[in-house]
């Protein structure tokens, strides 16, 4: 069974503060690895994806891929209310065509005015 | 941006009844998918569709579900029979060669 967990949360930051999120994966065949933003009700909007090892940044959001330890993590830095949202991290076994995602439960993020 | 479209937002429909649920991916896609997230539960794959047929389905795409593209724009769900716990989100995915798949806005069935 192909597992990815997350810490559930909530958790909570105030505004301008470092949010940091983490998921770990169970099947070391992953090959790509993606952080959703859902607000209730809607659909998952992807926020980054990381293929290789080390660090990526997309403007505020930084993702980090460590293979090894089966672990990725997400920061987002300053913070804004309008982050508050849940947090999917999903893993791809796949490459190309193969969009077969296994999606952890998500962590809520609060961000306190 | 273009998008996924789906409709109805919300279906409501009696136990051991029929639906479908429609999907217009963005049009120069190759690569539709559904998913499906019950409330509070994790987001879930269902199937993945490519060149005219189920290319990847999971254990929970039984023989109660069929996918079909009738007209070369539209990407529907079938589920037949439907029972309580087909209660959902139904959301559709569409991609084109690259890594990045679009979610539409979600259906939402409730079966009463």
């Known amino acids: 069974q192909k597992e990815v967990e997350q810490n559930s949360g909530p958790l909570s930051v105030p505004e301008g503060a470092i949010a940091s999120l983490n998921c770990t994966y169970s099947d070391r065949g992953s090959q790509s690895f993606f952080w959703y933003r859902q607000y209730s009700g809607k659909s998952p909007e992807l926020i980054m994806s990381i293929y290789s090892n080390g660090d990526k940044e997309d403007g505020r959001f930084t993702a980090q891929l460590n293979k090894a330890s089966q672990y990725v993590s997400l920061l987002i830095r300053d913070s804004q209310p309008s982050d508050s949202a849940t947090y999917l991290c999903?893993?791809?076994?796949?490459?190309?065509?193969?969009?077969?995602?296994?999606f952890g439960k998500g962590t809520l993020l609060t961000v306190n005015p | 941006e273009p998008e996924v479209t789906q409709t109805p937002s919300h279906q409501v429909t009696q136990m051991g009844q029929e639906v479908i649920l429609r999907c217009v991916p963005i049009?120069?896609?190759?690569?539709f998918y559904w998913y499906r997230q019950i409330l509070g539960q994790k987001v879930e794959f269902l199937v993945s569709?490519?060149?005219?047929?189920?290319?990847?389905k999971s254990e929970i795409f039984d023989d109660q579900f069929s996918v079909e593209r009738p007209d070369g724009s539209n990407f529907t769900l079938k589920i037949r029979s439907t029972k309580l716990e087909d209660s959902a989100m139904y959301f559709c995915a569409s991609k084109s060669g690259g890594l990045r798949a679009f979610f539409g806005q979600g259906t939402r069935l409730t079966v009463v």
């Open positions: 999903a893993v791809n076994l796949g490459g190309g065509s193969n969009y077969k995602l296994t």
């Open positions: 569709f490519y060149n005219n047929e189920i290319s990847e």
């Open positions: 049009s120069n896609h190759l690569y």
